[in-house]
């Protein structure tokens, strides 16, 4: 019993580095592009349900969540919508924040 609670433990400590090693800076806006490709581990739901989270921004369909800024909120990668980017999201490759193209 000891044992497999150890084990347990252990494999859940093992996926919590991995899982916080993909996600994104705390504090950080970024596009859903971003986040949907690697090194980040972010799923299409994940982001739609961020979206629909967030009062402020209308449905989107599936092929405008790349161009939706997120804002990742604490250091766990918890993500909330930001904005809806009409005109496209600039990513600021080297810096934390990406912006809405205005």
Wanted: glycine share 6%; proline share 2%.
């Amino acid at each position: 019993m000891l044992i497999k609670l150890a084990v347990t433990i252990g494999l859940f400590l093992a996926g919590a580095q991995a899982q916080q090693a993909s996600n994104c800076e705390y504090q950080s806006l970024k596009c859903g592009s971003v986040l949907l490709a690697a090194p980040y581990t972010y799923t299409e739901a994940q982001l739609i349900a961020a979206i629909n989270d967030t009062l402020s921004i209308p449905a989107v369909s599936t092929a405008q969540v790349s161009t939706t800024l997120f804002h990742c909120t604490d250091i766990l990668g918890s993500i909330t919508g930001n904005a809806f980017c009409f005109a496209g999201c600039d990513i600021k490759l080297g810096t934390r924040n990406d912006q809405c193209i205005m």
